[in-house]
T-cell receptor, first 109, second 115 residues
Framework: DVKVTQSSRYLVKRTGEKVFLECVQD?????MFWYRQDPGLGLRLIYF???????EKGDIPEGYSVSREKKERFSLILESASTNQTSMYLC????????FGQGTRLTVV | GENVEQHPSTLSVQEGDSAVIKCTYS??????FPWYKQELGKRPQLIID?????GEKKDQRIAVTLNKTAKHFSLHITETQPEDSAVYFC??????????????FGKGTLLTVNP
């Protein structure tokens, strides 16, 4: 079974903090993704990576950055957390079909 | 970039009825169209997918149809059961790897199957 693991299930951070969300996959997939899921807005792509050190902006990259130093790990960074970044964050990896992590519910207060 | 529209946003059916969810896409280069099911509190999981070289694919009670000319694809669930209740997402990508592989999702459809 493919396993995509996100480092935290729930996270509470203060406004202005730098936040790191980690995602690890164990299937040697080339592609990895970060989405945020909000009610009524579906899954919106923040960033994706198609290889080590390679990244592409998704539809809503503002306020976020990413890092992929190793193939199995894709990190999402909130440079200065704001309340409008309170959301569910989902990581996925794929050869083509996307396998999702369990999600991180981030609350910024 | 790709834009995926999904309708309806909510769908309520009686157990045993059929359910149809429709999606349209904008990028004619897209060639891979998966459907995901997300049960409450769980992660999205692939239920069926179709590639642009076929027009229809079926897996037991679930089928997907694709009309490349009109740039739309649909999910059909027959003989619905209460456990089919979930949010369903369609998606589209070029599926060719590298920087072209960007999986874009629709906004989702909340399907409720009433016993």
């Amino acid at each position: 079974d493919v396993k995509v693991t996100q480092s935290s299930r729930y996270l509470v951070k203060r406004t202005g903090e730098k936040v790191f969300l980690e995602c690890v996959q164990d299937m040697d997939h080339e592609n990895m993704f970060w989405y945020r899921q909000d009610p009524g807005l579906g899954l919106r792509l923040i960033y994706f990576s198609y290889d080590v050190k390679m990244k592409e902006k998704g539809d809503i990259p503002e306020g976020y950055s990413v890092s992929r130093e190793k193939k199995e790990r894709f990190s999402l960074i909130l440079e200065s957390a704001s309340t409008n970044q309170t959301s569910m964050y989902l990581c996925a990896s794929s050869p083509q079909e996307a396998f999702f992590g369990q999600g991180t519910r981030l609350t910024v207060v | 970039g790709e834009n995926v529209e999904q309708h309806p946003s909510t769908l309520s059916v009686q157990e045993g009825d059929s359910a149809v969810i429709k999606c349209t896409y904008s990028d004619s280069a897209s060639n891979y169209f998966p459907w995901y099911k997300q049960e409450l509190g769980k992660r999205p999981q692939l239920i069926i997918d179709i590639r642009s070289n076929v027009g229809e694919k079926k897996d037991q009670r679930i089928a997907v149809t694709l009309n490349k000319t009109a740039k739309h694809f649909s999910l059909h669930i027959t003989e619905t059961q209460p456990e089919d209740s979930a949010v369903y997402f369609c998606a589209a990508s070029q599926g060719s790897g590298g920087s072209n592989y960007k999986l874009t999702f629709g906004k989702g459809t909340l399907l409720t199957v009433n016993p």
